[in-house]
């Protein structure tokens, strides 16, 4: 049932004339193929999830929108959704307050929405022409850090499980190894953390979608918290290919360390 669901991932051939569409949970995304053009419509829907699924459509049930986005491509017939870390970092609202001693380290798994990225082109194995990309679960905006060296990042709360086995298997979201350590002298509680998933890539395992682990380590308040997202596929279910790049190398990931990553917040 895991790779069915993950199924709806795979590359589909859609030809001139035809027209498709993917439902992703409470997204819906449109596509209909013309002569050396692709157009593409986001649908939002706010009834309960339908079943995760791709199929060609009759071109008499595609919704009637003025919000349709004309894609001038020369050739190609092969559709490539697949799935992305969200284009802003996310704040992280835990289920409960964590408290870590210090000189003590946990570890957590976060499940996290992925976005819908679709490229097109003649083959899989060649240069494909990216289209698109669509949050398939919006997340409201939040500004992180001061109002002058701060930015603008997305909020949602999560639940922060103690094994993977106990997320539940989606193929809308991918699962984040998170490494705390508490290497200071004073106790470490928090009920925010932000982490910047634009240095996360995506990994595909054999029932279920991974990011790279990330690694924080708490000097103490007085210093800067450092994040250090792993250049490695995650090895907590097996063998994982990757999927999605980071939109940002790590190797720049310093240029972060300016920010205070993992403090209390209040206000929300």
């Not at 949970?25 to 309960?48: F, I, M």
């Not at 798994?109 to 990225?117: D, G, M, Q, T």
């Not at 054999?206 to 250090?228: A, C, D, K, S």
Request: net charge negative; charged share 25%.
């Amino acid at each position: 049932m895991a790779m069915d669901l993950l199924s709806v991932w795979e590359p589909a051939e859609i030809a001139v004339g035809s027209c498709a569409s993917w439902r992703l949970g409470s997204l819906s995304v449109w596509v209909e193929h013309y002569e050396r053009e692709w157009h593409l419509l986001p649908v939002y829907h706010r009834e309960a999830e339908e079943p995760v699924g791709f199929s060609l459509r009759d071109k008499t049930e595609k919704p009637f929108s003025t919000e349709w986005k004309h894609y001038l491509l020369r050739e190609g017939n092969l559709a490539a959704p697949a799935p992305v870390m969200p284009d802003r970092a996310v704040i992280l609202r835990p289920d409960r307050v964590l408290v870590i001693p210090p000189d003590e380290k946990a570890q957590f798994f976060v499940s996290l929405p992925a976005a819908f990225r679709l490229s097109v082109g003649v083959s899989a194995v060649g240069r494909m022409k990216l289209l698109c990309e669509y949050p398939i679960v919006p997340m409201p905006g939040a500004w992180f850090g001061d109002p002058v060296s701060g930015e603008l990042c997305y909020f949602s709360e999560a639940r922060f499980f103690p094994v993977p086995s106990q997320i539940p298997r989606s193929p809308l979201h991918a699962v984040c190894p998170l490494l705390i350590s508490n290497e200071s002298d004073k106790e470490l509680q928090f009920d925010r953390i932000c982490l910047h998933t634009e240095f996360l890539g995506v990994y595909r395992s054999l029932e279920r979608f991974w990011t790279n682990e990330v690694n924080v380590l708490f000097r103490g308040p007085e210093h800067v918290t450092q994040i250090l997202p792993s250049k490695s596929p995650p090895q907590f279910e097996g063998a994982a290919r990757l999927v999605s790049r980071p939109r940002q190398a790590v190797e720049n990931w310093y240029f972060k360390r300016t920010f205070d990553l993992l403090k209390y917040f209040t206000g929300f």
